[in-house]
């Protein structure tokens, strides 16, 4: 494709460009904005047909934590919304062992299916994205 | 890769993190409060020591002189000005910031 095509097929070729975008999760739910502001963002890059991945990392994995009930702190429960993520085509979902690990949570204790990765699995992940979003 | 890093060692994980899911290779700026991780003595000294031996290690320098610590950065961390944070930025494929 190293010619250069008419205006049809261009557009054909910019709609059929797909990054790997990679949404960086290292903050616990609540006691920051962060974790609230980092779903929207993926709920926004569902709309794009990108190659999303979400990463959890650090406390950042507390946002799976089963169990969420936020009522008595008057506080909007957003955990149902990971569940969610399925029906925008949002499956990637990665989490660091070793910050579940540190804090004695196991993928049981989460609200969505995860593929668990150590360190330098999650380096490489890192590596091969396009484009990275710290949260 | 790039990765930066803007926070204290001592006051947040996030030097810690970057070093543990780093590749090796991998490209490490310090800036803001995050510099006091290059300076002797702190005690990540010897870590970011282990991380040199895989990585450049890199430090904003306008933010070590505006701290003080100019003159007790570790040996071989290379400091880099604002033109050289862009370069760095420009010669990467892709950016992670460990806020």
């Given at each position: 494709?190293t010619?250069s095509?008419?205006?049809i097929?261009m557009?054909?070729?910019?709609?059929?460009?797909?990054?790997k975008?990679a949404?960086i999760?290292?903050?616990a739910p609540?006691?920051t904005?962060?974790a609230?502001?980092s779903l929207e963002?993926?709920?926004i890059s569902a709309?794009?047909?990108q190659?999303?991945s979400?990463?959890?990392?650090?406390?950042g994995?507390?946002?799976l934590k089963?169990g969420?009930?936020?009522?008595?702190?008057?506080?909007k429960?957003?955990s149902?919304?990971?569940?969610?993520l399925?029906?925008y085509?949002?499956?990637?979902?990665?989490?660091?062992?070793?910050?579940?690990?540190?804090?004695?949570l196991t993928?049981?204790?989460?609200i969505?299916d995860v593929?668990v990765l150590d360190s330098?699995?999650m380096?490489?992940?890192l590596?091969e994205?396009?484009?990275?979003?710290?949260? | 890769?790039?990765?930066?890093?803007?926070?204290?060692?001592?006051?947040?994980n996030?030097l810690?993190?970057?070093?543990?899911?780093v590749?090796p290779?991998s490209?490490?700026?310090?800036?803001?409060?995050?510099?006091?991780?290059?300076t002797?003595?702190?005690?990540?000294?010897?870590?970011v020591?282990e991380?040199m031996k895989?990585?450049?290690?890199?430090a904003?320098?306008p933010?070590?002189?505006?701290r003080g610590?100019q003159?007790?950065?570790?040996d071989?961390?290379?400091?880099?000005d604002?033109?050289g944070?862009v370069?760095l930025v420009?010669d990467?494929?892709?950016?992670?910031s460990w806020?």
């Amino acid at each position: 494709m190293t010619e250069s095509t008419g205006g049809i097929e261009m557009e054909e070729d910019m709609s059929g460009t797909v990054k790997k975008f990679a949404f960086i999760n290292r903050k616990a739910p609540y006691g920051t904005i962060y974790a609230l502001e980092s779903l929207e963002v993926v709920l926004i890059s569902a709309a794009f047909d990108q190659d999303v991945s979400l990463v959890f990392a650090d406390d950042g994995v507390y946002q799976l934590k089963k169990g969420q009930a936020t009522k008595a702190v008057g506080m909007k429960n957003f955990s149902p919304t990971y569940r969610a993520l399925e029906g925008y085509d949002i499956e990637k979902l990665y989490v660091e062992k070793s910050s579940l690990d540190e804090r004695g949570l196991t993928p049981d204790d989460l609200i969505v299916d995860v593929e668990v990765l150590d360190s330098a699995e999650m380096a490489a992940l890192l590596e091969e994205q396009d484009v990275v979003m710290s949260f | 890769m790039l990765h930066i890093v803007n926070k204290s060692p001592l006051e947040r994980n996030a030097l810690e993190s970057a070093l543990r899911m780093v590749k090796p290779g991998s490209t490490i700026l310090l800036i803001e409060d995050a510099v006091y991780a290059v300076t002797k003595g702190n005690k990540v000294e010897g870590t970011v020591k282990e991380a040199m031996k895989t990585c450049t290690v890199s430090a904003l320098w306008p933010d070590l002189e505006a701290r003080g610590m100019q003159d007790t950065v570790i040996d071989g961390v290379k400091q880099v000005d604002y033109s050289g944070f862009v370069d760095l930025v420009a010669d990467n494929s892709s950016v992670m910031s460990w806020l």
